[in-house]
């Protein structure tokens, strides 16, 4: 099957500094890619969809100037945190569907865990 | 996002077969229904899918209701790797933010030894 990777698997930094993670397709093309945050026990929750070449579009409560994203390609979407908090330590995935496939799947990635102290 | 409902936990045990039920009774006719599962500390996991009819995959099995209100996935024998979060989605048609997920509580499915 497809693969997601991403990159870190975890990180720790310290509050106020930002963190960037990164999401790629390793043998597929991928025209959006979608990023989650998840909070312990709690369910996946959709931040924004990443458009190659264009905007992100973000869920509603989701703040576009800290959580920067970039799709600068058809394999890679990152995610910036800017000036983070200990409240933005989360479990962060990302997931993308191939381009022009008749899949119907999502592929996701294995997660990045963010610890800010 | 039509909504699903899903029990909060269940339980099995090992080399049983699972039934896990999802209603979604404001389905449309275009939604597709979906289910992933999630390991602990892992991304989510494709399953299966249908549209109307009964699916069957090397992992799964879906039963689709008639009037797809409702669905069942099917475990056939779990085993102490199935033991994860699944998640049953609706997800209409369309590429591009129509493929995005929107995820409920899920079912925490214990497999016992």
């Known amino acids: 099957g497809a693969v997601v990777s991403q990159h870190p698997s975890w990180v720790i930094c310290k509050s106020g500094t930002s963190v960037k993670i990164e999401c790629r397709s390793l043998?597929?093309?991928?025209?959006?890619m979608f990023w989650y945050r998840q909070f312990p026990k709690q369910s996946l929750m959709l931040m924004a969809t990443s458009n190659e070449g264009s905007k992100a579009t973000y869920e509603q409560g989701v703040e576009k100037d800290k959580f920067l994203i970039n799709h600068a390609s058809l394999t890679l979407s990152t995610l910036t945190v800017t000036s983070a908090h200990p409240e933005d330590s989360s479990f962060y995935i990302c997931?993308?569907?191939?381009?022009?496939?008749?899949?119907?799947?999502?592929?996701f990635g294995p997660g990045t865990r963010l610890t800010v102290l | 996002d039509a909504k699903t409902t899903q029990p909060n936990s269940m339980e099995s045990n090992e080399e049983e077969p699972v039934h896990l039920p999802c209603n979604h009774s404001?389905?449309?006719?275009?939604?597709?229904i979906h289910w992933y599962r999630q390991l602990p500390s892992q991304g989510p996991e494709y399953v299966i899918h249908?549209?109307?009819s009964n699916v069957n995959n090397r992992m799964a099995s879906l039963a689709i209701a008639e009037d797809r209100k409702s669905s069942t996935l099917i475990l056939h024998r779990a085993t102490l790797r199935d033991a994860a979060v699944y998640y049953c989605?609706?997800?209409?048609?369309?590429?591009?933010?129509?493929?995005?997920?929107?995820f409920g509580k899920g079912t925490l499915l214990t497999v016992n030894p």
């Open positions: 997931s993308a569907h191939p381009t022009g496939t008749p899949y119907n799947e999502q592929f």
């Open positions: 404001t389905i449309s006719g275009t939604d597709y």
């Open positions: 249908g549209l109307t």
């Open positions: 043998d597929f093309q991928a025209t959006t």
């Open positions: 989605i609706l997800k209409g048609r369309g590429g591009g933010s129509n493929y995005k997920l929107t």
